[in-house]
């Protein structure tokens, strides 16, 4: 048994019934961002040139912010769901890190600044599930739970 393939029995084994109130919640708001980002992509074109966030050009910024729309439509929805769960977080970790430390952070550091802690909130939050999965009101365990023909 590999470490992750222990990490991942674990997870399972050790998944409080609450916690799946919170994934669900988690997925919610994700998607809900990737609305917004979706509905105002001038806008952070606008911040990614002002702030020359990894040196984006126009054309490129546009498109990093289209695919983080859309990795966040799908990955809010799977993350509610339940299905593909430690997949659909995987992808979404890369996105909040960049949104923690580039994004944020050049708007400087506050205590006031509450997207930042919401974007710190929530990138620990998909570490968690990350390592515990996505519990027992799920699509994942209800396709391991079926048995097959």
Known sequence: MTVIQRIE???DVHHAKWLDVIRIVLGILIF???IAIVSNTAVLQDLLLENN??????MMASVAIHIVGFVH????ILITLGLLTRFAVVIQIPILLCAVFFVNLSRGFSMLNSELWL???VLLLLV??????SGP????????????R
């Open 128 to 133: 968690l599930f990350w390592v515990i999965g």
């Open 137 to 148: 009101f799920s699509v994942d365990h209800q396709m391991k739970r079926k048995p097959r």
């Open 9 to 11: 029995h674990w997870g």
């Open 73 to 76: 439509l799908v990955g809010g």
């Open 32 to 34: 809900f961002k990737g």
């Open 53 to 58: 966030v990894f040196g984006f050009s126009g």
């Open 119 to 121: 974007s710190l909130i």
